[in-house]
């Protein structure tokens, strides 16, 4: 933006508008504009729905470590928690006695009681034996150890329903609270006590404290020559000298829009700038460089927030944002990215000038061809 602005102030006024055929000149190391972020940023969302009932602060608050940022009311859950306790004491109970009730069961084999005895079966004779017209009492005693085998599973298996359905809830409390991940400081507060929220919804978002970073985009082609861990020098504002930061991270993949790289440096531990000040980042010049496309100031159309210009496309103009470099010689200015040499933009063209404006030729016509300002 500071680029831009004396770019702006430091355009020639020109007579009328012209057009100007892109060319190359000798580049010298860019300077290129980013913004502090932090190191780490993280946005809390609601795990549950609820309704808040604490919030730890707005915008600035600092907060430390595992402390409550933001809690939802817990009635309900609590209640429900309740009720899943007494129904654990219950299964729990019930479990107990199906353990004792099977012991029973086992307990009531005796070899030696007339019912277990084969030659107490002498009224009953081969009958007996063979189980027809009375019940076997070996079996009978086997199906009622069964039965209370069979008992004792199903208690145990609501004995650990009703423990589960107890940690569910617990996990519905837990998810109640939002705490910090880290020491850091509040950038924006997005609910207030009494709000209503659902699962999903942002509550706050906050950042790390200590360490910052810069983030900028640069040419794809730029890029292809940083390497990460490499020092580069960094101009940040409210602070008298660069400091060197560090490259730490390099987006594999460009803006196929831009053709521009998102990169991160990392600043000095004992640098803390305000976090989303303004930082320039100082390049160094390689040879494939040595050669860039640049253009007349005068080609920036005025009042636009990023520097734009009108290019010349089968005699109509469309407009080009474009990504600039160093000033030279000349009122001239790198452009690092979105035009290439041989194209054609319009120069001086007036206050309002938008995508279709061509300049008026000698005859007074708008110019449908385009040929270089000397």
């Not at 946005?43 to 907060?63: E, K, Y």
């Not at 099977?102 to 277990?116: A, D, E, I, K, T």
């Not at 504002?237 to 594999?252: C, H, K, L, N, R």
Request: aromatic share 6%.
């Amino acid at each position: 933006m500071m680029l831009l602005a004396s770019l702006a102030c430091a355009q020639p006024a020109l007579a009328s508008p012209g057009i100007y055929k892109v060319k190359e000149m000798q580049g010298v190391g860019s300077t290129l504009g980013g913004y502090v972020i932090p190191r780490y940023e993280v946005t809390l969302s609601a795990q549950a729905p609820g309704r808040v009932s604490f919030v730890l602060g707005g915008a600035g608050t600092p907060v430390t470590q595992d402390s409550v940022l933001v809690r939802l009311g817990e009635a309900g859950l609590l209640a429900k928690r309740a009720e899943a306790v007494a129904s654990f004491y219950s299964a729990q109970a019930a479990w107990q006695n199906s353990i004792d009730q099977y012991g029973y069961q086992l307990r009531q084999y005796n070899p030696m009681s007339s019912w277990m005895n084969p030659f107490a079966w002498g009224g009953q004779g081969m009958a007996t034996l063979l189980g027809r017209g009375v019940s076997s009492p070996m079996a009978s005693y086997a199906a009622g150890v069964a039965n209370r085998a069979a008992d004792q599973t199903i208690a145990r298996a609501k004995l650990e329903s009703a423990r589960a359905r107890i940690h569910q809830i617990d996990a519905a409390l837990r998810d109640t609270v939002s705490v910090a991940p880290f020491n850091g400081v509040v950038l924006s507060k997005n609910v207030n006590v009494g709000d209503s929220v659902q699962p999903g919804q942002p509550l706050m978002t906050i950042a790390s404290g200590g360490a910052r970073q810069v983030e900028l985009r640069v040419p794809d082609a730029m890029a292809a020559q940083l390497r990460v861990g490499q020092a580069l020098w960094v101009n940040l504002s409210g602070v008298s000298s660069a400091i060197a930061g560090t490259v730490a991270e390099i987006d594999p993949q460009a803006d196929p829009r831009t053709h521009t790289v998102t990169l991160k440096l990392d600043l000095p531990t004992d640098v803390s700038p305000r976090l989303g000040s303004y930082a320039q980042v100082v390049f160094p010049s390689h040879d494939r460089y040595a050669q860039v496309p640049v253009v007349p100031m005068s080609a920036l159309l005025p009042g636009h927030s990023l520097p734009s210009v009108l290019v010349i496309k089968n005699g109509h103009s469309q407009l080009r944002v474009l990504r600039l470099g160093e000033e030279l010689q000349g009122g001239l200015v790198q452009v690092l990215a979105g035009l290439h040499a041989g194209e054609t933009v319009i120069v001086s063209p007036p206050p309002g000038a938008a995508a279709g404006y061509m300049p008026p030729t000698s005859s007074g016509k708008a110019a449908g061809g385009a040929e270089p300002v000397k």
